[in-house]
């Protein structure tokens, strides 16, 4: 799946005009494709069903049927409406298992994403960040990759502790164990972050095959030599997706890559 669009959203007093990139792909090994994306601005998400889990694929569409449903397009939404679209989506997620269901047969997926909202009259328009397990939100300005999410993940906690290092975390054991997911319990704890929507502004939101195969170096490397010009015909979104494909593709791979000026 590949998408190249542009969109613009008015705001009281200033546009904001949208331009944005999106691929996912099954990868060199896995044969389901349990990566969703949505990029429907205002929001744009990745989803990722949890592998070796009852209906990954199904979890993650599930996210994106329920944001459908609850964010208008093309206006700003709210905070609010935001997080009443992931509690809704953790329910609709809960649905699909069984009564009973434990461990690999609870339907499950990760969510991670934007969406451009109105936070009231003294805050204004912002970007609003979300994430639920281990895709990223990373910030591109100025040169500099910034992970702006903080992964729900047992070598995340493990690294936050001291007791091992980030590099050693690339190849622990446990590096896909996750520690929070939409539908996992019974009430999601969502992390979220309001940035001030203004000028120029780029956002990178990827599942974990992105970043298992790719360092936050060669991620920044790729962003850097091709912001300014499509490689080929390929959008950003494209380049990031084939690199990782080329080093390996162990996973599905989903990219969605937004650029925001804000005039």
Same mark, same amino acid.
């Given at each position: ?6 969109? %613009? ?8 005009? +949208?331009?944005? *990139? ?5 990868? =060199? ?21 949890? #592998? #070796? ?8 569409? @599930? ?16 905070? &609010? ?25 609870? *339907?499950? %997926? %990760? ?19 979300? =994430? ?13 990759? %910034?992970? +702006? ?15 091992? *290092? ?6 622990? !054991?446990?590096? =896909? ?16 972050? +309001?940035? !001030? ?12 095959? +992105? @970043? ?11 962003? /850097? @030599?091709?912001?300014?010009? /499509? ?11 084939? /690199? ?7 996973? =599905? ?5 937004? &650029?925001?000026?804000?005039?």
């Amino acid at each position: 799946m590949t998408l190249n669009q542009q969109s %613009t959203i008015e705001f009281s007093s200033s546009t904001a005009s +949208l331009v944005f *990139s999106v691929r996912s792909e099954v990868g =060199n090994v896995r044969k389901v494709n349990e990566d969703s994306v949505l990029a429907q601005s205002p929001v744009f998400l990745v989803a990722d069903g949890m #592998g #070796g889990h009852a209906q990954g694929d199904v979890a993650s569409q @599930t996210v994106l049927g329920v944001f459908d449903e609850h964010i208008a397009r093309d206006l700003p939404s709210t905070p &609010e409406r935001i997080l009443d679209a992931i509690h809704s989506s953790n329910d609709a997620v809960r649905d699909l298992s069984a009564e009973g269901d434990s461990g690999t047969a609870v *339907s499950g %997926t %990760t969510l991670a994403g934007i969406a451009l909202v109105d936070a009231g009259d003294e805050v204004g328009y912002h970007w609003m960040a979300f =994430n639920v397990g281990d895709s990223r939100v990373y910030t591109w300005s100025d040169g500099v990759l %910034t992970q +702006l999410s903080i992964d729900h993940s047992a070598v995340q906690e493990m690294v936050d502790a001291g007791l091992i *290092s980030r590099a050693d975390a690339e190849k622990h !054991p446990e590096r =896909n164990v996750i520690t929070r997911a939409i539908g996992a319990d019974e009430f999601v704890d969502a992390d979220v972050w +309001l940035l !001030p929507a203004s000028g120029e502004q780029a956002f990178l939101i990827c599942s974990d095959g +992105l @970043t298992k195969e790719l360092d936050d170096v060669t991620i920044a490397r790729l962003l /850097a @030599t091709n912001i300014h010009s /499509a490689v080929d015909g390929r959008s950003m979104a494209d380049i990031l997706v084939d /690199a990782a494909i080329e080093h390996g593709g162990r996973d =599905n791979v989903s990219v969605v890559y937004v &650029e925001s000026t804000v005039s």
